[in-house]
């Protein structure tokens, strides 16, 4: 009889709840757990495929050695202890900065990897740090930080709430939300619907979320920085600012209303590919709702003017009373307060504080924008990467250039993996370690609480017992920290608090139990095991200005780094033809932008049949018009060039698209050489960056910049000359 074990799935950022069962020590199904009462037993496809991975016969389930392209077991401490002498005798060599560290998106799925990567991060020193955050979500980071003082204060939107919810640059249908941890968001969005609220969608793509909106706003890629400047200049110019109570703690609205004055609709019109009149009234139209939230993600985020664009989706919300009030974008009250508790140890976030070697690209954070890493890899002299630690991380295919960095990386000192996978990173490395996976460790979403739109709380225990072989990612981060440690000579004595020893014997359940104690629920691992199915601690509640963490404890509308921003903005703006009705007009090529399917997530789960099968997802989406312009039917190939790259991929001929724009989903390309995964191979598809071009960031902050990139697409003529570049 299989037995049923509660846990939570850990593959985004929704955190359905989840009953396992369980049979001969072997998980045979996955549902959803309908008790739950966050996710009330919604799951999405991917949840049946935690199994396949815990299961997959290409999974590492012991330390490998590489030894030219031929891989061999080695034991733990084997392992380990070549993994610290290799790294150390690089950094006595050439410095600290000589070996770096790249963490990808699952070490903020796992609490055990959340609290661990600080301590390696440590024990390797030096700035050479990078991770998933500068291809992501950093100018959002950068403008809590800018606005309220903290750089993980996120304001989520009150879906369950909102009359009237504006969605720029995201597809929660697909995606399941990002920064809005709202499991069964579809469920959500008809509720909205259902009681007379409004949604609509601001995408190049008319998307599975578009598609059920009452409208859809098909905007130029990286015009809305543009967009909202619109609106913003409507909204002052014809007096509908609201901020209500938010004005008793808000610096800078009257400058706002100066700055928005300069962008008439008129004159951001080309650059937004969104008509003046349109823009009026989507102003109009969130100006006057009884509540609205303008909630913007990856579409704005990872491009040319992401930093703006971050900020003003903030300045929006509070020029209208919608930050902090309820059906508007909100704070969290969460049980394990990471938030409060770095504010208490004093790090707010930092930005600027040094400079990349080779390209001058500002820190945030701590790290260097990854869009980097593969120059710095590349570009002798001091402080050069010779060696590099990834974790969780695929960046050969999740960071721009792809190819580049992939070339960089075969021309290493030493590169160390942890990892499931041997992957298109990861088949460079020395030595992969291989991490615990899904149901076989505990779980305790860290992070997505404190951006969930409920007030929620749920442990699970680990639901089977893990290979032999291999261990958590805890443990992992603490013992290569250890042994970094044990080889330095020139270590300080360790200062007051704990020893690395001390912390690792302490373990992330007590650390998580301390945090829980400490948080303002007062809740514990105890209590949080004794329902089993979560915790709802309430819908969020208005917590400003308490909750800014500027030394004034006021919102800073107008940070002086963003406004300065606008200068590179107004050059666009002025380049941009007033005429341009399609991209295409303005930089004589196709924009590329990308996409994410349900069935997918980011590189690394195209190694499960059931995730795999069906018609090929990776296709890049034209329009029909621009199809016939290059007489490339559907289903065919096209010949797609970058600056720095080309691919061919079958052509999806599609009015979904906007004319001048194509869209390719990212993740994919597991053609190479040396990568372990048989049934990704056999669904290779390729990779969106190997066209992305590392050289195109956005300046401000060095944030990678997917969407917009500029292509030509052509067919492939089949017995012509071959394309020189691929
Ligand atoms: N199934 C699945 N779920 C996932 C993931 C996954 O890979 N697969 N990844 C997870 C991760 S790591 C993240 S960060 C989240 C991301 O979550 P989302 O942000 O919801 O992700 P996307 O689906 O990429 O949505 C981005 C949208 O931006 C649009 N876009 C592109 N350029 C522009 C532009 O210039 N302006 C505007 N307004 N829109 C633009 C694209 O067409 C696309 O529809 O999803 C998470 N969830
Ligand atoms: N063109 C384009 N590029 C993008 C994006 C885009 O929208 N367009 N999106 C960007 C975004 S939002 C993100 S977050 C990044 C993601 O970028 P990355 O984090 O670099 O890439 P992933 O594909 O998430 O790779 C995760 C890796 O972690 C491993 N892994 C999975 N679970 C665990 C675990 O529990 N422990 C350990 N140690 N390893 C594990 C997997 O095998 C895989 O190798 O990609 C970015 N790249
Ligand atoms: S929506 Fe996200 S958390 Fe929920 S089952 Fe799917 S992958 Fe897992
Ligand atoms: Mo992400």
């Known amino acids: 009889m299989p037995e049923t074990r509660l846990h939570t799935c850990m593959l985004c950022e929704a955190t359905c709840g989840i009953t396992v069962q369980v049979e001969g020590g072997r998980v045979i199904g996955v549902r959803g757990d309908r008790d739950d009462p966050f996710s009330r037993g919604h799951v999405c496809p991917k949840a049946a495929a935690i199994p396949d991975v815990m299961a997959d016969p290409d999974r590492i389930r012991e330390p490998m050695r590489r030894v030219g392209d031929r891989w061999e077991p080695v034991s733990w401490d084997d392992a380990l202890a070549e993994a610290a002498e290799r790294i150390t005798a690089i950094q006595e060599q050439h410095g600290r900065n000589a070996v770096g560290l790249y963490a990808g998106n699952p070490t903020v799925h796992g ?55 504006l969605v720029l640059g995201a597809n929660p249908l697909a995606s399941n939300g990002s920064l809005m941890t709202a499991p069964g968001i579809a469920d959500r969005l008809a509720a909205l619907r259902k009681r007379g609220g409004r949604l609509i969608v601001v995408d190049p793509r008319r998307t599975e979320t578009a598609a059920i909106a009452d409208r859809h706003v098909a905007i130029r890629p990286g015009g809305d920085a543009a967009l909202l400047l619109g609106m913003l200049n409507v909204i002052f110019a014809e007096g509908l600012e609201r901020p209500g109570r938010l004005a008793g703690f808000t610096d800078g609205i009257e400058r706002l209303g100066a700055i928005a004055a300069r962008y008439s609709p008129e004159r951001v019109a080309a650059r937004a590919g969104v008509a003046p009149d349109a823009i009026r009234a989507l102003a109009r139209e969130f100006a006057g709702a009884p509540s609205a939230v303008c909630y913007g993600r990856v579409g704005i985020s990872t491009q040319e003017f992401g930093a703006i664009a971050s900020w003003l989706v903030v300045a929006l919300n509070v020029v209208t009373g919608n930050l902090d009030r309820p059906g508007g974008a909100m704070f969290t009250t969460p049980a394990a307060d990471v938030v409060a508790q770095t504010a208490r140890r004093g790090s707010l976030g930092s930005f600027g504080r040094f400079r990349s070697r080779v390209r001058g690209l500002p820190e945030f954070g701590g790290e260097l924008p990854v869009a980097t890493l593969a120059e710095e890899i590349e570009t002798p002299g001091e402080g050069q990467i010779r060696g590099l630690v990834t974790f969780a991380g695929n960046p050969v295919l999740s960071t721009p250039n792809g190819g580049r960095l992939d070339r960089a990386l075969a021309g290493l000192e030493f590169q160390l993996a942890i990892d499931l996978y041997r ?70 004595p360790p200062g007051p608090g704990m020893t690395l020893s001390e912390v690792r014997a302490l373990g992330p359940q007590r650390m998580l139990d301390g945090i829980l104690r400490a948080g303002p629920h007062g809740l514990s691992l105890e209590k949080l095991e004794s329902s089993p199915h979560g915790i709802d601690l309430g819908a969020l509640e208005p917590r400003l200005p308490g909750r800014l963490f500027t030394p004034e404890r006021r919102i800073r509308l107008v940070p002086p780094a963003l406004e300065a921003d606008l200068v590179r903005l107004d050059a666009a703006l002025e380049a941009t033809p007033a005429t341009a009705g399609s991209a295409k007009a303005v930089e004589g090529a196709m924009l590329l932008v990308g996409r994410r399917h349900l069935r997918s997530n980011n590189s690394w789960m195209h190694n499960s049949a059931r995730l795999v099968k069906g018609p090929p997802a990776c296709t890049l989406l034209l329009h029909p018009e621009d199809a016939a312009a290059r007489g490339i039917t559907d289903g065919a190939e096209a010949l797609v060039r970058s600056r720095v790259g080309s691919i061919r991929v079958p052509v999806s001929v599609t009015d979904e698209i906007g004319r001048g724009v194509v869209c390719l989903p990212h993740g994919w390309g597991h053609g190479r050489d040396g990568v372990s995964l048989r049934v990704a191979a056999a669904h290779a598809g390729v990779s969106f960056n190997d066209l992305a071009d590392e050289q195109r960031v956005d300046p401000s902050c060095g944030n990678a910049d997917f969407n917009g990139v500029p292509v030509t697409v052509d067919a492939v003529v089949t017995g012509g000359a071959p394309d020189p570049r691929s």
């Open 111 to 165: 609490y055990g990897a959340m609290l661990g990567i600080p301590f390696l991060s440590r024990a390797l020193g030096g700035r050479s740090r990078f991770s998933a955050t500068s291809v992501d979500q950093l100018p959002q980071m950068l403008a809590a930080l800018e606005m309220f003082g903290h750089q993980s204060l996120f304001p989520v939107p009150d879906v369950d709430r909102t009359d009237l919810f």
């Open 423 to 492: 992957n298109e990173t990861t088949r460079h490395a020395n030595l992969i370690l291989p991490p615990t996976f899904g149901l076989e460790r505990d779980h305790y979403d860290l992070i997505f609480y404190t951006v969930s739109v409920r007030n929620v709380a749920r442990y699970a225990r680990s639901a089977v017992a893990p290979p032999p072989g291999v261990r958590d990612d805890w443990d992992i981060l603490l013992d290569l920290a250890l042994a970094l440690q044990a080889r330095r000579v020139d270590e300080r």
